[in-house]
């Protein structure tokens, strides 16, 4: 994550910020915090299905795709890499078994 400058004069988390400092945003701590993600340190994808997360730059338990404008393009690139990917595999299989008699 880039680094962020604070526009005002802000107290952010019970510190104050002053005008003008740099913020660098610790996304390692916010992807490992539980009170965010159940179990975070377990490799569970399913997670996703059972969480509402949305993928499209809005959810900030996802920042390590970035968020807002600045989301990674990638993120969207990939996610239509896989549909199109699952199309055309999809495409390729016979629904209907040939039955011969």
Known sequence: ML???ANVDVKLAGY???KGSN???NVWAIARNPAVW???LEFRPERFE???VDMKGHDFRLLP???GRRVCPGAQLGIN???SMLGHLFHQFRLI???SI
């Open 3 to 5: 680094p962020h400058r």
């Open 16 to 18: 104050d910020v002053p």
């Open 23 to 25: 913020m660098l945003v």
């Open 38 to 40: 159940k179990d975070p």
């Open 50 to 52: 059972d969480e509402d």
């Open 65 to 67: 795709f970035g968020a």
């Open 81 to 83: 890499m896989v549909q």
């Open 97 to 99: 078994p040939n039955i």
